[in-house]
C-alpha cells in the first residue's frame, strides 16, 4: 500500500469515528434495555414547604430559588410553579412556599382524587360562580418515564455544591412527586465538603406534550 493510500484510509477512519461519536451525543440518554414507554398522565395540583440548611453551601436568595426551580421543572413540574421565599437573607435562606402542577399517572384513584371536593371548596366555588370539574372533564395528556441523573444531566449543570440543595430536595419535596429513587450515593459533607457532583439518578413523570 503506497504512503497516500495509508493516508487516506487513515482519514476516511477518523472522519467515521468522528461522526458516530457526533451522533452519539445527539441521541437521547434512555435507561438499558427499554424503549419509551407512554401512559397517560393527569396534572396533579399541590402546595407545599421547603426549607433548605445549607452547611457546606449558602446561596443567595434569588440563586436558591433558581436552583429549586431548575431541578422540579426537570423532574416533570410544569412551568407555571410559583415559589414564594420568606424570611431569605444573605446568612439564612428562610423557607419556601411552592405551588406546583406535576404528573400523576390518570389511574382511577387519582383520578377520583382530583374531582372530589371538600365543603370549604364547593362554597368558595358557589360563591364565585366558579364550576368545579368532574372526573371525565379532568384534563389527560401522555406522559413517560425519564430517567435522569444529576450528575450528568447537561441542562441541570448540578455541581459538587449543590449536594446538600439535592439532598434535602429529597428528603423533602421528591416524595409528593411521581418521583422514584434508582440509585442514591449522595455523600454531602459540611466538614470535609463536598467532592464530586451530586450521585443520584431518578425516574420522574414528565409530559411528553403540552396542549
Given at each position: 500500500?503506497?504512503?497516500?493510500?495509508?493516508?487516506?484510509?487513515?482519514?476516511?477512519?477518523?472522519?467515521s469515528?468522528?461522526?458516530?461519536?457526533?451522533?452519539?451525543a445527539?441521541?437521547?440518554?434512555?435507561?438499558?434495555?427499554?424503549?419509551l414507554?407512554?401512559?397517560?398522565?393527569?396534572?396533579?395540583v399541590?402546595?407545599?414547604?421547603f426549607?433548605?440548611?445549607?452547611?457546606?453551601?449558602?446561596?443567595?436568595?434569588?440563586?436558591?430559588?433558581?436552583?429549586?426551580?431548575?431541578?422540579?421543572?426537570?423532574?416533570?413540574?410544569?412551568?407555571?410553579?410559583?415559589?414564594?421565599?420568606?424570611?431569605?437573607?444573605?446568612?439564612?435562606?428562610g423557607?419556601?412556599?411552592?405551588?406546583?402542577?406535576?404528573?400523576?399517572?390518570?389511574?382511577?384513584?387519582?383520578?377520583r382524587?382530583?374531582?372530589t371536593?371538600?365543603?370549604?371548596?364547593?362554597?368558595?366555588?358557589?360563591?364565585?360562580n366558579?364550576?368545579l370539574?368532574?372526573?371525565?372533564?379532568?384534563?389527560?395528556?401522555?406522559a413517560?418515564?425519564?430517567?435522569?441523573?444529576?450528575?450528568?444531566?447537561?441542562?441541570?449543570?448540578?455541581?459538587?455544591?449543590?449536594c446538600?440543595?439535592?439532598?434535602?430536595?429529597?428528603?423533602?419535596?421528591?416524595?409528593?412527586?411521581?418521583?422514584?429513587?434508582?440509585?442514591?450515593?449522595?455523600?454531602?459533607?459540611?466538614?470535609?465538603g463536598?467532592?464530586?457532583?451530586?450521585?443520584?439518578?431518578?425516574?420522574?413523570?414528565?409530559?411528553?406534550?403540552?396542549e
Amino acid at each position: 500500500m503506497s504512503i497516500l493510500s495509508r493516508v487516506l484510509c487513515v482519514t476516511a477512519v477518523s472522519l467515521s469515528v468522528t461522526l458516530s461519536s457526533s451522533a452519539a451525543a445527539r441521541t437521547p440518554e434512555l435507561p438499558p434495555g427499554s424503549a419509551l414507554q407512554i401512559v397517560e398522565a393527569v396534572w396533579k395540583v399541590q402546595s407545599l414547604t421547603f426549607a433548605y440548611r445549607g452547611y457546606a453551601t449558602v446561596y443567595s436568595c434569588d440563586a436558591l430559588l433558581d436552583r429549586v426551580r431548575e431541578i422540579l421543572q426537570s423532574l416533570g413540574a410544569r412551568d407555571t410553579m410559583s415559589i414564594r421565599s420568606s424570611g431569605c437573607s444573605e446568612m439564612t435562606p428562610g423557607r419556601m412556599d411552592i405551588t406546583l402542577e406535576s404528573p400523576v399517572e390518570a389511574t382511577a384513584e387519582n383520578i377520583r382524587a382530583l374531582a372530589t371536593y371538600d365543603a370549604r371548596r364547593e362554597l368558595v366555588a358557589r360563591v364565585r360562580n366558579e364550576q368545579l370539574i368532574s372526573a371525565e372533564d379532568v384534563q389527560r395528556f401522555p406522559a413517560t418515564w425519564k430517567t435522569i441523573s444529576m450528575s450528568r444531566d447537561r441542562q441541570l449543570k448540578l455541581g459538587p455544591s449543590d449536594c446538600e440543595l439535592v439532598d434535602q430536595l429529597r428528603r423533602q419535596v421528591f416524595p409528593r412527586m411521581s418521583i422514584r429513587v434508582d440509585y442514591d450515593r449522595l455523600r454531602c459533607s459540611a466538614v470535609f465538603g463536598n467532592i464530586g457532583q451530586p450521585q443520584l439518578r431518578v425516574a420522574a413523570l414528565v409530559a411528553l406534550t403540552e396542549e
